[in-house]
């Protein structure tokens, strides 16, 4: 049996950086910083690519477009035809997103990027209708987001919840301010559900996967 082992900075920076970024994805970094948001990192957008397509998503959810790198990163891994939708309040950084989108040459009909609050917006989405969806927005509404998610879902659909760690704070006991205990609260939630079989990857500030059992 292998020994348990232990955290190795190095290893996870040389993982986080294992796929290495083309020019429209850093245009696309760069208008995020521009303003202020806080996009998905390089190991955690290189995992969305890898699990739209492992599981063909031709339907899938963004909850929080960013400036379109997850975004990106999504439609990577779906098929030619498959369709993303992408909810996020601010309206600058969907703008800059469509810049992303247009740098990737994405055909229009294939990223549908609603403008508005998540929670006003998935309920009006179609029941057992996505392969995927992604969590990615304000982490106080991250338990609402969650039943969303499980209906919008089909049997067999992929949840992923970006910044499950929370800079680390998740798996410190004595870190209780809001964020922290929402954030903690959703894995504590998918990880009891039993209508979920759920896993927790350490790429970027953690990416906790879900898949919907049937």
């Known amino acids: 049996m292998s020994p348990t082992p232990a955290k190795q900075p190095a290893s996870w920076a040389y993982a986080e950086q294992f796929v290495p970024e083309d020019e429209v994805l850093q245009a696309a970094r760069a208008r995020a910083a521009d303003l202020d948001a806080d996009p998905v990192p390089p190991g955690v957008a290189a995992a969305l690519t890898v699990l739209a397509a492992a599981v063909r998503a031709r339907t899938a959810v963004e909850v929080g477009t960013g400036a379109g790198v997850?975004?990106?990163?999504?439609?990577?891994?779906?098929?030619?035809?498959?369709?993303?939708?992408?909810?996020?309040?601010?309206?600058?950084?969907?703008?800059?997103?469509?810049?992303?989108?247009?740098?990737?040459?994405?055909?229009?009909?294939?990223?549908?990027?609603?403008?508005?609050r998540a929670l006003e917006v998935l309920p009006r989405l179609s029941d057992a209708a996505y392969d995927l969806v992604l969590l990615d927005g304000d982490e106080r509404e991250y338990s609402a987001y969650l039943e969303q998610a499980l209906r919008l879902l089909r049997p067999g659909g992929l949840l992923a919840v970006d910044d499950a760690l929370w800079n680390g704070r998740v798996a410190d006991p004595a870190a209780r301010d809001a964020a922290t205990a929402a954030m903690r609260a959703v894995g504590d939630a998918v990880r009891e559900d039993e209508r979920w079989t759920p896993a927790l990857l350490p790429c970027g500030d953690g990416l906790l996967l879900a898949v919907k059992r049937a």
Not at 84 to 90: F, G, N
Not at 92 to 113: C, K, M, T, Y
């Open 70 to 116: 997850s975004t990106l990163a999504l439609l990577r891994g779906m098929p030619e035809d498959g369709v993303l939708t992408s909810i996020d309040t601010d309206g600058e950084r969907q703008r800059a997103a469509r810049e992303a989108l247009a740098d990737e040459g994405v055909r229009s009909n294939r990223a549908r990027l609603i403008p508005g």
